[in-house]
């Protein structure tokens, strides 16, 4: 009791000193006026307003996040001991897992520490350091997505040139090729951010620096932003999904002309897990993102939490019930000692 008391009045104190006390005034150019500074951290206020609450949604991020860990761990180990999972399905998999483990830990650890230390804040770099990987990973996870639907594609449209087809070494490009592209893309919106000025107001209303949430915050014009998150974002999104499109479009239309059902029933199977995963990611991030940030609200905060805590967790889950190749690979590792690292070569 006394320590949501401590928690209740700390988060008070913060919140009335975000207003009153002097949050730190960078001499220069980052003076804006006479009676205003350039804030140099921010409040993160987390998804609930009581301490009570914050107890409950502490302990379900804790958990959730060991197990994404623990969860994506596991796929990862399972593929790089199991030779028989040395493919390029395999391969892109395991990355998925790795950028799930990424994800999430640019999130939600701060958050825990947070809440643990009893403290709201969070510096500015470490905000704009927080924005540039959540931005890399968030897109990083949808480019994974395409490559790993056109590896279907291949693999169902064209078996017998699918091993001449996704050699290793495009195997790799690929996956280089989308770090690239990724990196480069949250290094621009990271700049951009960069550049704009934030004033007294520094009350963030979620649990991590969103960047949406921080440009609300902004007493810059956004203009610029907006129109990039729009046209550089929005084609950095919609890219990866129209190819996972048009790739289970391909396989659609080919499947559709296998003479047996039993044959076009063992095809798609072997896409459930995936089609599961890019519906779950992909819905909430249209959701969230595809609109100016002046109309963020409660429910996109929501979303976003959904998708960066909850959707890397299932991933593991969703692709070790619906495979058989991974489920026994897990197996294999449960009861096996020596374990030898090796991914697919």
Same mark, same amino acid.
């Given at each position: 009791?006394?320590?949501?008391?401590?928690?209740? /009045?700390? =988060? $008070?104190?913060?919140?009335?000193?975000?207003?009153?006390?002097?949050?730190?005034? *960078?001499?220069?150019?980052?003076?804006?006026?006479?009676?205003?500074?350039?804030?140099?951290?921010?409040?993160?206020?987390?998804?609930?307003?009581? $301490?009570?609450?914050?107890?409950?949604?502490?302990?379900?991020?804790?958990?959730?996040?060991?197990?994404?860990?623990?969860?994506?761990?596991?796929?990862?180990?399972? &593929?790089?001991?199991?030779?028989?999972?040395?493919?390029?399905? #395999?391969?892109?998999?395991?990355?998925?897992? @790795?950028?799930?483990?990424?994800?999430? @830990?640019?999130?939600?650890?701060?958050?825990?520490?947070?809440?643990?230390?009893? @403290?709201?804040? *969070?510096?500015?770099?470490?905000?704009?350091?927080?924005?540039?990987?959540? &931005?890399?990973?968030?897109?990083?996870?949808?480019?994974?997505?395409?490559?790993?639907?056109?590896?279907?594609?291949?693999?169902?449209?064209?078996?017998?040139?699918?091993?001449?087809?996704?050699?290793?070494?495009?195997?790799?490009?690929?996956? $280089?090729?989308?770090?690239?592209?990724?990196?480069?893309?949250?290094?621009?919106?990271?700049?951009?951010?960069?550049?704009?000025?934030?004033?007294?107001?520094?009350?963030?209303?979620?649990?991590?620096?969103?960047?949406?949430?921080?440009?609300? =915050? @902004?007493?810059?014009?956004?203009?610029?932003?907006?129109?990039?998150?729009?046209?550089?974002?929005?084609?950095?999104?919609?890219?990866?999904?129209?190819?996972?499109?048009?790739?289970?479009?391909?396989?659609?239309?080919?499947?559709? +002309?296998?003479?047996?059902?039993?044959?076009? /029933? +063992?095809?798609?199977?072997?896409?459930?897990?995936?089609?599961?995963?890019?519906?779950?990611?992909?819905?909430?991030?249209?959701?969230?993102?595809?609109?100016?940030?002046?109309?963020?609200?409660?429910?996109?905060?929501? $979303?976003?939490?959904?998708?960066?805590?909850?959707?890397?967790?299932?991933?593991?889950?969703?692709?070790?019930?619906?495979?058989?190749?991974?489920?026994?690979?897990? +197996?294999?590792?449960?009861?096996?000692?020596?374990?030898?690292?090796?991914? #697919?070569?």
């Amino acid at each position: 009791m006394a320590k949501e008391h401590h928690v209740s /009045r700390t =988060l $008070a104190d913060e919140l009335e000193g975000c207003n009153h006390r002097d949050l730190g005034a *960078i001499p220069g150019p980052d003076v804006v006026g006479e009676n205003q500074t350039t804030a140099i951290e921010f409040l993160l206020l987390g998804l609930a307003g009581q $301490a009570d609450q914050e107890e409950v949604i502490f302990g379900l991020f804790l958990g959730l996040y060991m197990v994404t860990i623990s969860g994506n761990l596991l796929i990862i180990l399972a &593929i790089s001991c199991d030779p028989h999972l040395h493919t390029p399905m #395999y391969f892109f998999l395991a990355n998925l897992s @790795s950028v799930d483990i990424c994800f999430s @830990s640019v999130t939600v650890p701060k958050a825990l520490v947070n809440h643990v230390v009893g @403290s709201k804040s *969070i510096s500015y770099v470490e905000c704009m350091t927080q924005i540039y990987f959540f &931005i890399t990973f968030i897109n990083m996870d949808g480019f994974l997505l395409s490559v790993m639907a056109y590896d279907r594609y291949v693999a169902i449209c064209h078996p017998l040139h699918y091993t001449m087809m996704m050699r290793p070494r495009l195997c790799v490009l690929l996956v $280089a090729m989308s770090w690239v592209i990724t990196n480069l893309h949250a290094l621009l919106h990271t700049l951009l951010m960069v550049r704009l000025t934030f004033c007294s107001h520094n009350a963030v209303h979620h649990f991590f620096c969103d960047p949406y949430p921080i440009l609300k =915050l @902004s007493c810059s014009d956004t203009f610029i932003n907006d129109i990039t998150a729009f046209t550089v974002g929005g084609l950095t999104s919609v890219t990866p999904f129209t190819c996972i499109t048009v790739s289970y479009a391909c396989i659609l239309s080919n499947v559709l +002309k296998f003479p047996s059902i039993q044959g076009i /029933r +063992k095809a798609l199977s072997t896409c459930g897990s995936h089609l599961t995963v890019v519906c779950l990611f992909y819905g909430a991030i249209l959701g969230v993102y595809m609109h100016p940030s002046s109309t963020y609200s409660v429910q996109d905060m929501v $979303a976003t939490a959904f998708f960066t805590v909850v959707t890397p967790m299932v991933n593991p889950f969703i692709y070790s019930l619906r495979n058989h190749d991974v489920k026994g690979a897990l +197996k294999k590792l449960m009861f096996r000692r020596p374990i030898s690292l090796r991914f #697919y070569s």
